[in-house]
């Protein structure tokens, strides 16, 4: 699983450049690397807002956190991947459904990616579990 929209996991450049986009978890050394051929458009702040129906100030609690990835436009305003409503929403049914703080939801998501990471591995060597995943 890789809910979390691709890249470094912080607040950098904004625009569409030739930097990599990494199809894994980043816990590999050999993680592939894709390059995007048209621009991914961008989410405003407050189109992610919108979409998740979370409060603007909460969404930049979270990118603060490291729950959510964004990067600065030339205005210094954030903007999001367009994958970043669903991560929303999964950081709250995490919040929700297990009573877990937000700094804590961060480690959870971590822990989840690499377990995706590892089955990923696993299925791509073709060994099977006796036990189906439990994800």
């Not at 699983?1 to 990599?20: E, H, K, L, Q, T």
């Not at 979409?51 to 964004?70: E, K, Q």
């Not at 009573?99 to 099977?128: F, H, M, P, Q, W």
Request: proline fraction near 7%; include cysteine; aromatic fraction near 4%.
């Amino acid at each position: 699983m890789n809910d979390r929209p691709a890249g470094g996991g912080g607040i950098g450049r904004a625009g569409v450049s030739a930097r990599p986009v990494r199809t894994g978890a980043g816990i590999t050394a050999s993680t592939a690397v894709r390059y995007a051929l048209v621009p991914v458009p961008k989410l405003s702040l407050a189109a992610v807002a919108l979409r998740s129906g979370l409060h603007p100030d909460l969404i930049r609690r979270f990118v603060a956190l490291g729950l959510v990835d964004a990067e600065r436009d030339s205005a210094g305003r954030l903007v999001f991947d367009p994958t970043a409503p669903a991560v929303l929403a999964r950081v709250q049914r995490l919040r929700t459904g297990l009573c877990l703080n937000y700094a804590s939801i961060g480690l959870v998501l971590d822990l989840l990616d690499r377990i995706s990471v590892l089955e990923a591995a696993l299925r791509r060597a073709g060994t099977r579990s006796e036990t189906p995943p439990w994800t």
